[in-house]
């Protein structure tokens, strides 16, 4: 009893040493945090405070200086005194200058100032100068400065004390947050510091406890805590543990070992059903290293696959184990090894190897930097594209590649996108070891990590030469001029926008001429082609010998040449040089020894009176040109207001255009499409006509364009989509069960939000899957706002519908966005089929885009075939589809019903 007494009095004891030891940590760290907030508390109010009466000083000192300005110029003028109150003011200037200068340095500490203390200072200086202003004109002028003076003061008094008061807010706001912040963080550190000191407080009771009473604790209890800790870090590690007795022959396997072998705990422990756990084609390795380990009493490691499957694939385990000696008199063994279940890894490291297979062997190169920009790795088919071995390039930024071509903006975008996680994709030109530039399509992503920072930047490059020669080939066929070597009508259109938006820019003026030559077309049927040849090269000469190198020229076709000529001056030197022009083409013409004559007769239209955008400049130049022809020739004329009286026939027209959607006037014929070697029917191309009550049938390329003028194209669009399908459905019930129906699509119908439903509703009503829809938009269209139309294509995708794109080579586009875009057909411009007979350059062209095409898997549609010649020429390229009047003009559905079924006989 005496002993039990004495050892709770000494547990007791101890217990309250290790309450006022932690007690007394407790109260030292609490004081100890008090005082250093205190302190940084007390340094921040201090600058604080100082900031707040500095503001009210310089707000005493501004109103001071505006009392002494109204001294000066309105009671000074009447007193004649002012001179006296001079040095006031200017003190006054000079401490609320200094007071403003001292109040910028607390900027730093509270950047919130900022933007009130430079509007503050603008204020100032503004004072400043109106001051000396009105001083001036006062010594100057002896006027009274008075009106004006009270005129701006009214308005400007409240503005630099509205300033310093939202100063001194802000600054005491900043004071008010701070001090809760601080409060919040005693708060927080009180607590962790109450908290930790518990923590303590128990664990050295506990300590203490278990230092006392170790003798007297059950070790069985003891046990039982650590197998069970033991068997919890086994199955988080994924790990167990073997151990077997030779002298006894027993074995004892963990929870963790019996759960990696997928055993029961009260499963049967032997070596043989151990080896039956693994492959068969494991078992012999793993039994012999184990016998090895044995005799040679070495440790022993062996990686081995388990008869145990996981998502189809076997599970990975690892044996790592010791053989010692029961006894040194003894032949009996102890063998003690660790199992791990090692799938996961391995499956990593495959995984790794996968990759790194994948980035040295794949056929495009591959660059890798971190954080910082700086290469840290290149693949082989990046040394081989660029010349550079990865050695000369690890720890450099990918700058080093740069060629200069590549315009500053597309690395700000790139930028941009890559800071705001988003990958880039575009147009680099690099620059080979050996100098060449080399232009690449690539895309540039950022590798985050779990903490979501960028740790990498991966690039992908594909190498677009040969594109970009395609490209560049089929440019220049389709802009410029082969006979003359001037720009041709789409290089034209290009350039003539082009000095336009100059104009309008730099507020110049600019002129259209609209060059036609007279009598040419004699001079082609009865001394040849080859002599309106020479003609037209000689005319492009002189064109080129009167005018300046900043002038447009171009032959727009036949015997009509446009010139543009930007900032022309004065009326009377346009005049002068057009003078010129048509003295010079008149001079007689020498070709083979012949003198050959051929007037010029010029319209003239100019910017911005005779309109501000190209079409309708050249198209007044071309009506100013049409009344010198009709007016003797051999002239010119500027464009007059009178001559356009087709622009009220298109109000006329607009208006009739809005009663024929009510009356329902219009119809629809049908362009059939012809397989190119099959030579059977397998689609139609819907083409709209407006049967006028009075005017008969009317082209579309007469109302279309003024339809898109006045909004009116959207409701047009929607009946020709909802007739078109509907024609479908009517088709199928004559067994033309497998044609598609093509129809055009205006520029603001395919960005109609409802476009894409539209469809979808039309065809549901019909019965008729998108597979036998074939939309059809202009190559310009689709290149207007590429990224917007990538993203429209991929909707109409998902309902399956075909999509072409019309009057291929006639645009602008670039043929890196191109093969972007979602599209399955190219349809031919007709522009290029007719003359392919006569004009190589149509020809290539046209061979070129077919080419290209099949290249990127599409089908080729060539439109305008009227001749065998032609049908022939696109035969041998492989074009798929051809439509033209060789085959049939447009028809309405019951001609066109009845030409089917004789052209399937």
Known sequence: MPKLLTSIRLKLLLFLSVLLFTLGLFVFNYFSVNESAWLHEKKVLQQTNLAIEL????????????????????????????????????????????????LKVFSKEFPQITPPLNKLQASHKELGQQF?????????????????????????????????????????????????????????????????????????SAAYYWLLDRRIAKPAEQATQLSSIINHAEKVAKFGTWDWDSSTQKHHWSEGFLQILNLEKRAEQSFAIFLDKLLPSERKQVEVILSQARHNMNPFRVSARLNIFHDGKPRYIELRGQVTKLKASSNHVRITSIIYDITDRVEIQDQLELYLRLFEHTGEPVLISNSKNEIIKVNRAFEEALGYKQSDLIGKDPKV?????????????????????????????????????????????PIRNNQNEIENYIANYSDISQIKDVEARIHKLAHQDSLTGLLNRLSLEDRLKQSISEAKRNQHNLAVLFLDMDRFKIINDTIGHHAGDEILIQIAHRLKSILRESDIISRIGGDEFVIAL?????????????????NELRVPYMVDGNKLVSTPSLGISLYPEDGTDSESLMKNAD???????????????????????????KLILEQELLNAIEQNEFCLYYQPQICGKEHKIIGLEALIRWQHPEKGLISPDF????????????????????????TIANFKEFGFSNITMAINISQQQFKSESFHDEIARTLKTFNIPGRFLELEITESQAMENAEQTIEILHGLKKLNVSIALDDFGTGYSSLAYLKRLPIDIVKVDRSFIQDIEHD??????????????????????????????????????????????????????????????????
Not at 418 to 442: D, M, Q, T, V
Not at 635 to 645: A, H, I, L, R, V
Not at 709 to 726: D, F, N
């Open 55 to 102: 503001s009210y000083k310089t707000k005493s000192s501004f109103a001071s200086q505006l009392h002494a300005w109204k001294n000066i110029l309105l009671r000074g003028h009447i007193a004649k005194t002012y001179h006296s109150h001079l040095k006031d003011f200017y003190q006054l200037e000079r401490e609320t200058r200094s007071s403003i200068k001292a």
């Open 132 to 204: 000396r202003n009105a001083l001036r004109t006062f010594n100057e002028t002896d006027i009274d400065p008075g009106p004006a003076t009270d005129k701006f003061l009214q308005g400007y008094e409240e503005i630099p004390i509205t300033l310093l008061n939202d100063l001194v807010t802000i600054l005491q706001i900043e004071r008010n947050e701070f001090i809760k912040e601080i409060e919040l963080n005693k708060a927080e550190q009180q607590e962790r510091l109450l908290i930790s000191s518990t923590i303590l407080l128990l664990l050295l």
């Open 566 to 582: 930007p900032n022309y001056g004065e009326i009377y030197s346009l005049k002068n040089l057009i003078d010129k022009i048509i």
């Open 703 to 726: 109302f279309i364009p003024i339809a898109e003028e006045s909004g009116l194209i959207i409701p047009i669009s929607q009946w020709v989509l909802h007739e078109a399908i509907k």
């Open 401 to 445: 590649l740069a060629s200069g071509k590549t315009d500053p903006q597309t690395y700000e975008s790139l930028w941009r996108l890559l800071k705001n996680n988003i990958s880039w994709h575009g147009e680099l030109w690099n620059r080979h070891e050996n100098g060449k530039i080399i232009p690449f399509w690539a895309t540039i992503s």
């Open 623 to 649: 009506t100013a040109m049409y009344s010198v022809k009709e007016h003797g020739r051999n002239s010119y004329q500027f464009f007059k207001q009178e001559m356009n009286d087709v622009i009220q026939m």
């Open 840 to 905: 190589s350059n149509d020809a290539e062209i046209s061979s070129a885009a077919i080419s290209l095409s099949h290249n990127l898997g599409l089908k080729v549609i060539a439109e305008g075939v009227e001749t065998e010649t032609q049908l022939a020429f696109l035969k041998s390229h492989n074009c798929d589809v051809m439509q033209g009047y060789f085959f049939s003009r447009p028809l309405p559905e019951n001609e066109l019903l009845a030409w089917m079924k004789s052209f399937a006989s």
